[in-house]
Structures are given as C-alpha cells and as structure tokens.
Nanobody, 124 residues
Framework: QVQLAESGGGLVQAGGSLRLSCATSGLDFRIYAVGWFRQAPGKEREFVAR????????YYTDSVKGRFTISRVNAKNTAYLQMNALKPEDTATYYC?????????????????WGQGTQVTVSS
C-alpha cells in the first residue's frame, strides 16, 4: 500500500521559514518524481515545485522561485520543501504527490499518489 505523509506545516510570521517533509512508503521512491502542490480555500490546487530523480531536475512556479527549495533523500524515501521568506499569500494546504511518468508535468491529475496535506499559515 502506497502512503505519502506530509509534515512540518504550521503558523509562521511573514518572512519566516518552514520545512515540509513528505515521507513515502510502499513504492520504489527512487524512480518517482515528486511534486509539491498547494490549495488555498476557494482556489484550485496549484503547482509549487517538482523534483525528478536527481536534484538538478528541480523546477518551480514563478511565485516561489528564489524562496523555496525542493529536495529529496532517496535513502530515506523522503522529499522536502524548504520555504523561506514566506508571505501571507503562501497560506494554503500543501500536498506532496508522486509521478512515475517520463514527462515533466505540473498538472495535478498526472500525479498518481497523494498525501493528506499539511496546513501552512503565514500571518502578516
């Protein structure tokens, strides 16, 4: 049974930092790309970042470039999202997801497995 579990969310002031973790089990983590998405109340789920099998394959949505860093440790079956210089508009539930396909994609429906999400709230 495949499981993804996000952790590390919380309440932080604007300008602060959080590090989200995505722990996986039940799959060969090494062969999956990992994406982070977020969803704010009343809005659609949006792409945040993705990392392929290697660190140099990371890419980001424009609004988080230079502030967020996605990474992975295959030996721990875990991916991370380091979020710095947080803004109130970053407030959302953050989800990690895995994609076993060959095409780099930012579309949520292309990702097979999802976690339950972790809440990030940034106060002004």
């Amino acid at each position: 049974q495949v499981q993804l579990a996000e952790s590390g969310g919380g309440l932080v002031q604007a300008g602060g930092s959080l590090r989200l973790s995505c722990a996986t089990s039940g799959l060969d983590f090494r062969i999956y790309a990992v994406g982070w998405f977020r969803q704010a109340p009343g809005k659609e789920r949006e792409f945040v970042a993705r990392i392929g099998r290697t660190q140099d394959s990371a890419y980001y949505t424009d609004s988080v470039k230079g502030r967020f860093t996605i990474s992975r440790v295959n030996a721990k079956n875990t991916a991370y999202l380091q979020m710095n210089a947080l803004k109130p508009e970053d407030t959302a539930t953050y989800y990690c997801a895995t994609d076993g396909g060959p095409i780099r994609t930012t579309t949520p429906s292309d990702y097979e497995y999802w976690g339950q999400g972790t809440q990030v709230t940034v106060s002004s």
